[in-house]
């Protein structure tokens, strides 16, 4: 059974930082492209950031554009998303998900797994 658990987040003063992990189980790892979402009340699940299978390559959303880091560690099978400079905005709920598509494929939400989310609320 494949699970996707996330963790690390919580309330962040606006200009704070946070990081969020991604542990899967049960998929081989390193032959998934990996990514971050968040959905914020009311609104669509959007893409945050991706990284393909080997970590050389990766690709954000404009809004989060220098401001986070996706990584992935695929010995100790781990995705982690470094945010920095957070705004009010940023506040969402942020989900894992692993797809075995490319980079373009999982922008455009084609997941084959997800996790449950995290949730990140940032006060001003």
């Known amino acids: 059974q494949v699970q996707l658990v996330e963790s690390g987040g919580g309330l962040v003063q606006a200009g704070g930082s946070l990081l969020l992990s991604c542990a899967p189980s049960?998929?081989?790892?390193?032959?998934?492209?990996m990514g971050w979402f968040r959905q914020a009340p009311g609104n669509e699940r959007e893409f945050v950031a991706a990284i393909n299978w080997s970590g050389g390559s990766t690709n954000y959303a404009d809004s989060v554009k220098g401001r986070f880091t996706i990584s992935r560690d695929n010995a100790k099978n781990m995705v982690y998303l470094q945010m920095s400079s957070l705004k009010p905005e940023d506040t969402a709920l942020y989900y894992c998900?692993?797809?075995?598509?490319?980079?373009?494929?999982?922008?455009?939400?084609?997941?084959?797994?997800w996790g449950k989310g995290t949730l990140i609320t940032v006060s001003v």
């Open positions: 049960g998929l081989t790892f390193s032959s998934y492209t």
């Open positions: 998900a692993a797809s075995t598509a490319s980079i373009f494929g999982i922008k455009n939400k084609i997941v084959n797994h």
